[in-house]
Every structure is written in C-alpha cells, then in structure tokens.
C-alpha cells in the first residue's frame, strides 16, 4: 500500500490543508465559550447529521468493520443498522430537542439539574477519563494504520494527527468540528463508494458477490462435516454459516448473537452513545432550532442506512479475491492497494484519513467541554465570564492534546489489545449510564442517592463479570466462562444495565423524593414546552 | 459452576428454545412498531414552527423512509 503516485500524494495534500484552511477560517470569527462548545447555536441541521455520521465511524472503524464481515459475514451491519437506526429516531423526537431546550452545555450539567452535584461530577469524571485516554488510542490506532499505510514512522504519524486535528479544533471548537466533519464524511463515503463499487465490478455485481458467497458456505459446511462426521445434519447450511445473515443465533461462532444484539446493543449501548454521549450529543446542542437538532438526528439516521454498504460489503468482496488472508483487518487495505489506480488511492486515504480526524476533534472538544463546564466553571470558577471560558477551553484543549500524545507514546510498545481493552471499559459504564440518564429523564420518583448508588452499582457489577470471565481467573478458580461467546461486551452492559436499574428504583424508593424544580427536568415536566 | 453460572446457563438456554425465524419476525416487528410511533407524532413535533409544513420539511416522512429501508434490510436478510 505504500507505493502512492505523485498524483495521490496531491489528493492527500489538497484534502489536508483545505480542511486545516477551513478549520483555522472558521476559528477567526469565536468570541466566547458558547461559540467554541457549542458553536454559538447556530448548525444547521444538515451540517450536524454529516457530522454525527463521521464521528461515529472512525478510521480504525472502516478497517475493523470490513475486517469483521470479512471473518463473520454481514451480521457486523447491526452495528450500524438496528445497532444505531432506532435509537437515532428515538433521540430526535423525545431527547435531543429536550436537551436543545434546556440551554445546558453537556449531559452531566443535566444531571446537577435532576439530581444533583454529585451525580454530574461522577458522570463527567468517568466520560473525561474515558474520552482523555481513547484520544491517546485513537491516535496511536491512527499512527499505526498509517504507518502500515503510508509507511510513515508511527512517532511522526501521531505528532502529524495531533498536530493537524488540534490546530483547527483549538482555534475552531465545536463548528470548525463540524464544518470539517462534513468535509470528512463527504470525503469518506465517496472514498468507500469508490471501492465498493470497482470491487462489486471485479466479482461480477451484486449476483456475482452473492453467488460466490453461497459456494463459499457449501465450502465451509463440507469442511466443518469433515471435522465432524458425526454430527446431525451436517450437509445444511444453519444460519451461522450464512455470510449474509443479520440475525445470528444464541449460540454462534460469532461475537454477534441476536440477545446481545437485541438486548445489549439495541437496547443499551446505542441509546447510550446516542442519547448520552458527550461527543455525539455535544453537536445537536449547537443547532440553530430544536427543529434543526431533529432533523440533524433524522438526516444522520437516514446516512446511515448506507454505511454497512460502504464499508462492510467490501469486506465481503475481500473474501471473494483474497480467502486467503490471514488477518480479517487486511481486508480493506489490501483490496485498496490492488484494486485502486493511482489518484484514486489518494482519494480512499484522504477518506480514511478524514474519518480518523473526524472522531478525534469530536473527542477532543468535548473532553474540553466536560472539564472546563463541569470542573472549571461548577467547581473553580462559576463567575467566570463567557470570554474567559474560550481561553480556558482552548488551554484545556491544548493539555488535553499534549496527554493524548504522551498516552499514545506510553502505550505505544504495549499489546495491540490495549483498543479493544477500553472498547471493553467503555461498556461498563455506559449501561449504568444509560441508567441513570433514563431514570432521572423518565421517572419523576428517581433520586439523586438512587443514581449515584445504581451508577456506581451497576459498574462495579460490570468489572465483577470481566474478572469472573478472564481466563486466569475462572481457571484457577476451576470453573468454565461465564460467557460462552467470544468478546462478551454486549452481555456486560445488559447486566451493568440491569443492576443499575434495579439499584436506582430500589433507593429511590428508600431516599427523599427530589423537589418540584428538579423534577421538572424529566422529559415530560414542564421544560418540555418552554425554552431555558 | 456458581449461581451466576446457573443463571446464564437457564437463560441461554431458554432463549436458545426460540426459533429463529421468530426472532427475525421481532426485529421487524420492533422496526414496524416503531415506524407507527413515527407516523403517529403529532405535526407540531415534527414540522418547523415558523415555515408552511409541506412533505419535504415534515421529518416524519424522512424518518418514516429510514425505518422503511431498514423493514426492507431486515425482511430480506
């Protein structure tokens, strides 16, 4: 893949420095802390649903998703189909315009408002510890891929990235963020399209595709009968097999079983990345109209119909051409590099360049978001003026930069694992979170003691069920895993969820009910038809 | 083999009992449920408060053509 044209070169440079350009333009124009967090109110809806989508889909995503389907077959889609579409809808017509209307700046600030103090500090404390850390991993995940890519020096890759995302997100904030992503999701899905579609020609259409995938799975049934002679039915293909099958069952080879799918990811973790995800939620807050942040979640929702298609599919036509790869994350890559001519290799770089920088600036301004808003300003500072608040957020950003570049420099020799660890971490937290945000939105009877007690309930039963189910542990307690399928993250979060849920109605129930001015802050109380 | 062995064990078991053709039926189903909570919204909620409504600035039908597209993906795969 390192052997780029002069031609593709001028694609990356072109698409590098107009994003930079545009970024450091925009940044001319802030004057306070509301234009750096939250772009002053004034997205419009088309430009934040673009930004949703290149937020959501990072660069070690188009890698790691076309990886997936490439190992599993087309069930990883649910990640992006029943894995985000309903919870999507859902926000747009009962959540985001609530937020919208509130005028809070994050999702922890809410929290003080339904519960109080302590509930927010602990709900920001654990999303600034996860965004601070996944802001190293990203870039480090981003200077590997990099380096394989381009053959860049990875140390060089991560100061180039962290460099060129924190020029624009410091001067910039949340619209240069924005205005930058629509660039980046622009980029990214023609990039994709581009190898979708050259790979669909390569194999013959979509029937070409669907053809060689059934004899793939006649193959792989006659090559588990030979395994296993013995066993009944052998010579039918089970769902399992199936490469396009989305509902897969309980028992699949796979880490995508239809509970965790349906109860863990549908139920759980989509509402929570996208009802309480600082990053995600951050930009709808900026919309001009609570209308404008509906349709920005609608439009996203809409988008995302097409990303499986984009970026798992060619996954799929990796299997095709290349069975005999040995690792799934090879896939895209490798069909890049022999199926794209020179000019249109730069342009798929640009793309996955472009979703890399897009998750980093979202995390990066909105870590900067949570700690100066919800430590600076609640705790050091609450008379501090909205001018002060843009120099304040522009140095945290500068210092959350530099930490994520010591902790991508830290973490650099460690175990290739380290992502998929805090992929994990962040499962144990977003389930109670989920928790908490559901109950203080939708039950007036929930309190303040009752989500704390739930929240930190629900996580520890979370880091109870990891323990219980590495290896060196349940061996040496001479017992089997707890989960019988590989990275049982799904499973964590639906009983986090659970225990939290059950912790927070319970105390509740044994606190003091919360007064009226904080009950108000459930969705349908009284800030439903008025605007703060 | 401890208590919360056990029960994971009974519930993957019991849900293991489920046919999946059944549970493909309730993907649609959540999809089709959904939709109808869409159609339903009242207008005010869905339309800009200070232009004329018309289909293209109803979200309604946007969100109605996400979850169609979606009823589609599921029912075929």
New interface residues.
């Given amino acids: 893949m390192t052997n780029l044209a002069n031609l593709d070169y001028v694609m990356l440079a072109v698409y590098l420095i107009g994003t930079m350009a545009l970024g450091v333009y925009i940044g001319r124009r802030l004057k306070t802390g509301s234009d750096l967090f939250l772009a002053g109110r004034s997205l419009p809806w088309w430009a934040i649903g673009m930004s949703l989508v290149a937020t959501d889909i990072g660069g070690t995503d188009i890698i790691g998703v076309g990886g997936q389907a490439y190992r599993y077959g087309?069930a990883v889609s649910n990640f992006e189909?029943?894995g985000c579409?309903?919870a999507m809808?859902?926000a747009?017509?009962v959540f985001v315009p609530f937020f919208w209307r509130t005028g809070v700046y994050t999702i922890p600030e809410l929290m003080e408002r339904r519960f109080n103090v302590g509930a927010r500090t602990l709900l920001s404390f654990c999303w600034v510890v996860f965004m601070a850390c996944n802001l190293g991993i990203m870039l480090l995940a981003s200077a590997k891929l990099m380096s394989v890519l381009l053959g860049w020096d990875q140390s060089m890759a991560i100061w180039v990235t962290a460099i060129m995302v924190g020029v624009y997100t410091i001067f910039g904030g949340l619209a240069a963020v924005v205005y930058t992503d629509v660039i980046q999701c622009a980029v990214m899905i023609i990039g994709c399209l581009i190898v979708l579609v050259i790979g669909l020609a390569e194999v013959g259409g979509p029937a070409g595709l669907r053809a060689s995938l059934e004899k793939l799975e006649q193959e792989r049934v006659v090559a588990s009968s030979a395994e296993d002679p013995g066993g009944e039915d052998t010579e039918a293909i089970s769902?399992d097999d199936k490469y396009?099958?989305?509902?897969l069952?309980?028992?699949t080879k796979t880490p995508f079983p239809?509970?965790g799918i349906?109860f863990g990811l549908?139920m759980i973790l989509s509402p929570a990345y996208w009802i309480g995800n600082q990053a995600i939620v951050q930009r709808s807050l900026g919309a001009k109209?609570d209308?404008q942040a509906?349709?920005a979640y609608?439009?996203g929702?809409?988008l995302?119909?097409i990303i499986p298609i984009i970026v798992a599919v060619p996954g799929l036509i990796a299997l095709i051409k290349f069975p005999e790869l040995r690792d799934g994350d090879h896939a895209f890559p490798t069909l890049v590099a022999q199926l794209l001519p020179s000019g249109l290799r730069g342009v798929f770089l640009a793309s996955f360049l472009a979703a890399l920088m897009s998750s980093i600036d979202s995390y990066l301004n909105s870590s900067a978001s949570l700690l100066t808003n919800d430590f600076y300003k609640r705790f050091a500072r609450p008379d501090a003026t909205d001018r002060q608040l843009l120099l304040i957020g522009r140095i945290v950003t500068t210092l959350l930069l530099m930490w994520a570049i010591y902790f991508a420099f830290l973490i650099i020799h460690m175990e290739s694992g380290i992502y998929a660890i805090f992929q994990t971490l962040m499962a144990f937290f977003q389930g109670p979170a989920l928790a908490m945000l559901m109950t203080g939105l939708l039950w007036k009877r929930a309190t303040g003691t009752g989500a704390i007690v739930g929240f930190l309930g629900g996580i520890c039963t979370a880091v109870t069920?990891y323990t219980?189910n590495q290896p060196a542990v349940y061996q040496a307690m001479g017992?089997?895993p707890?989960?019988?399928i590989e990275e049982p993250f799904l499973y964590f979060s639906i009983w986090a969820f659970l225990v939290a849920l059950v912790l927070i109605i319970v105390v509740s129930f044994l606190t003091k009910r919360e007064p009226d001015e904080k009950i108000r802050y459930c969705v349908f109380g009284e800030i439903k038809k008025e605007t703060v | 083999?401890?208590i919360?062995?056990t029960i994971?064990d009974f519930v993957?078991d019991g849900?293991?009992l489920i046919p999946?053709s059944y549970?493909?039926i309730?993907?649609v189903a959540?999809?089709v449920a959904?939709l109808l909570w869409?159609l339903m919204?009242p207008n005010r909620?869905?339309?800009?408060?200070d232009t004329k409504p018309t289909w293209a600035n109803n979200?309604k039908t946007?969100?109605a053509?996400?979850?169609l597209?979606?009823i589609a993906?599921?029912s075929i795969?």
Avoid at chain 2, 45 to 49: D, L, N, Q, S
């Fill in positions: 087309m189909w029943i579409i309903p809808i859902i747009a017509f769902e396009l099958a989305l509902v069952p309980v028992d239809w509970t349906l549908a109209s209308y509906k349709a609608v439009m929702a809409l995302k119909n069920l219980l017992w089997k707890l989960f019988q | 083999m401890t919360l062995h994971g993957r849900l293991g999946l549970i493909r309730l993907f959540i999809l959904l869409v919204l909620e869905t339309t800009p408060p979200l946007w969100a053509i996400t979850l597209l979606q993906i599921y795969f």
